[in-house]
């Protein structure tokens, strides 16, 4: 049994509505994706808004970096 997370479930929507409207600003791209945001809750709100900046290349993956290797021993 897989389980897909939000971002993995959002991920080929908001490519499909990226590409459909090829040409747009980003400004414009942005507002029709805010628009088009199934999420009525924060977190899935936060998810959907975070994977379409990752996509437009306005954001970036991440996760911290650390700095101290040791640091992971601290706790």
């Known amino acids: 049994m897989s389980e897909e997370t939000w ?10 509505i990226i590409k459909e409207n090829e040409g747009k600003t980003v400004k414009e791209l942005k507002k029709i994706l805010c628009d088009a945001n199934p999420g009525q809750y924060g ?33």
Request: proline content about 5%.
């Open 7 to 16: 971002r993995q479930c959002y991920a080929p929507r908001i490519a499909a």
């Open 43 to 75: 977190h899935m709100r936060k998810m959907w808004s975070n994977e379409y900046m990752i996509q437009l290349g306005l954001s970036k993956r991440g996760g911290k970096k650390i700095d101290n290797p040791n640091q992971n021993k601290l706790f």
